[in-house]
């Protein structure tokens, strides 16, 4: 089995984690910007994790054999402070010509407020300007319907922004399909507690098919498993699809997607 995990925060990892991913397959992994379970006290601090991602943990997991590729941003769960928002967000140009960084993410919404809109526009615009590729987290639970809709008006109503060139991560039955429709490419996030289980991701694959969609663990402090991408292949190799169909899955469509960013090559 081969894959690409689009989807990891590996800061947060050990380094058994990178060999049992690289023993399982793994080819690539990729690492938005997130929350790291507590607050930052300043924009200092989030220079120093950006350094992080595309200094320090290249080469960490290069130790595994496996190619490491981020992205940046401000995350939503930190995004209520518009002006730290502001002095964040203009420290991310002069990173995005380093070779790992693959665009602007995880932007979004956590808790669908007024600032953190203003910060997605803000995060939307940047990535605008510098011509970048977009990751978007949804918010989780109740709010994620109503989170997703004002994501999709905020990336619709800004003309420069191409759907195909945007994923939206973490959708559920319910908004997948929203998603697909206008164009946008769809992840799934395989969690043991909330969030997608194997079952519901394969039954929305069987649902929905197999076009503009992907995988991922998500996998990060909390509980979470860094080997959710090849268990649910091989959960769909137990419910009978083809072993092309699972490379698609798996492989092929975060390499098509990725691959707009001409940084990233695999294979
Ligand atoms: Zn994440």
Redesign the pocket.
């Known amino acids: 089995m081969r894959y690409i995990e689009p ?1 990891a ?1 590996m800061v947060s990892r050990v380094t058994d984690d990178y060999e049992r991913m690289a023993v399982s397959g793994c080819e690539a992994v990729c690492e ?1 910007a ?1 929350w790291a379970g507590f607050d930052r006290g300043s924009a200092a601090g989030f220079y120093d994790y950006f350094r992080q991602l595309t200094e320090h943990e290249p080469k960490r997991a290069a130790k595994f054999g496996l190619k490491h590729f981020c992205w940046l941003c401000i995350n939503p769960k930190e995004s209520e402070d518009v002006k730290l928002a502001a002095e964040v967000i203009a420290l991310i140009p002069e990173f995005l010509n380093r070779p790992n960084v693959l665009g602007i993410g ?1 932007i979004g919404l956590n808790k669908n407020s007024r600032n953190e809109l203003k910060v997605l526009e803000m995060q939307v615009d940047l990535a605008a300007r510098y011509k970048q590729l977009i990751l978007v ?1 949804t918010p989780h639970l109740e709010d994620k319907l109503k989170g997703t809709r004002l994501i999709l008006d905020v990336l619709k109503s800004d003309k420069r922004i191409r759907p195909e060139q945007v994923i939206i991560d973490h959708v559920e039955e319910h908004t997948v399909g929203l998603v697909l429709d206008e164009g946008f490419w769809a992840g799934m996030t395989l969690y043991p507690e909330t969030k997608c289980s194997p079952a519901r991701a394969i039954d929305i694959l069987e649902t929905y098919g197999q076009k503009r969609i992907w995988l991922n663990s ?1 996998c ?1 402090w909390g509980v979470s498993d860094p080997l959710a991408v090849p268990k649910t292949a091989v959960e769909m190799k137990k419910r009978g699809h083809h072993a092309m169909a699972i490379d698609k899955v798996v492989y092929q469509n975060p390499r098509k997607f990725l691959g707009q960013c001409s940084k990233f090559k695999v294979g």
């Open positions: 989807h925060h938005p997130f995880e987290h998500a990060d």
